[in-house]
């Protein structure tokens, strides 16, 4: 009180709390002690791209191109984390009336979808796969439902061998060899140490898968084989 005056009184904004503890929060940094071990978070290792964050490492797809021939190649396995629900799936599908050969690795749900629409482009562009294929990953990247869906596919004809992501990519391989996938690493390298050998693209291709699955624990040795002879004459169309 100053000469007889009461002192003014503001009324608290109530408001201003949670704006306040917010900026005070944003300056904190929690540092923790020494010898404290840290949890580990599945949901921070998947935004690291770490553990369980890759959605399409359980399977494996070879496609070899050499000296006219095409072989793709697929194992059965089917995981969910660290458990084997299925050893002997189909990941290799025939389309197109035979034409086109596609591999998938990722959610199984997520693989047909896309394979639906790239039948669709096909049908719109029959006999012109790249097209095709880059008017497809061009939805995938920009619709707002496709482009959350989580799978790599290999798709193959006569001519051309192409891999596809939802980032986008079409990208055709320099030395006719793709491989995705867990496993598509340990596929890839021993297709290129094999490629200077007489063997055709089929020994190639599941001469390679043999040693994936012999090494990656989320491919086995039930190969599904499709391709093209040097004539051009490709599976049956699949019903």
């Not at 201003?16 to 290792?45: E, Q």
């Not at 980032?167 to 030395?175: K, R, S, W, Y």
Request: glycine share 10%; net charge positive.
């Amino acid at each position: 009180e100053k000469n007889g005056v009461p002192p003014t009184t503001t009324p608290f904004d109530q408001t201003m709390f949670p704006r306040i503890l917010s900026r005070v929060s944003s300056k904190l940094r929690v540092v923790p002690a020494a010898g404290t071990r840290r949890a580990y978070c599945p949901s921070a290792a998947a935004a690291a791209g770490h553990g369980e964050g890759k959605k399409w490492r359980a399977t494996t797809i070879l496609s070899i191109r050499k000296d006219g021939e095409v072989a793709v190649v697929g194992d059965g396995q089917v995981s969910f984390g660290d458990m084997m629900l299925k050893p002997n799936a189909k990941k290799v599908r025939v389309i197109d009336n035979g034409r086109v050969i596609t591999g998938f690795a990722g959610a199984t749900a997520d693989c047909l979808t896309l394979l639906e629409r790239l039948e669709t482009r096909l049908e719109q562009r029959p006999g012109q796969l790249m097209r095709a294929c880059v008017e497809m990953a061009k939805g995938w990247r920009t619709d707002k439902y496709l482009r959350h869906l989580s799978a790599m596919l290999v798709v193959v004809d006569k001519d051309v061998s192409l891999t596809l992501t939802g980032n986008g990519d079409v990208i055709e391989p320099q030395d006719g060899i793709i491989g995705i996938g867990s496993g598509g690493a340990y596929a890839t390298a021993a297709a290129r140490a094999l490629m200077d050998t007489d063997l055709s693209a089929k020994e190639v291709a599941l001469k390679a898968m043999t040693i994936a699955a012999d090494m990656c624990v989320y491919t086995n040795h039930n190969f599904v084989v499709e391709g093209f002879d040097k004539d051009g004459k490709g599976p049956e169309a699949e019903n």
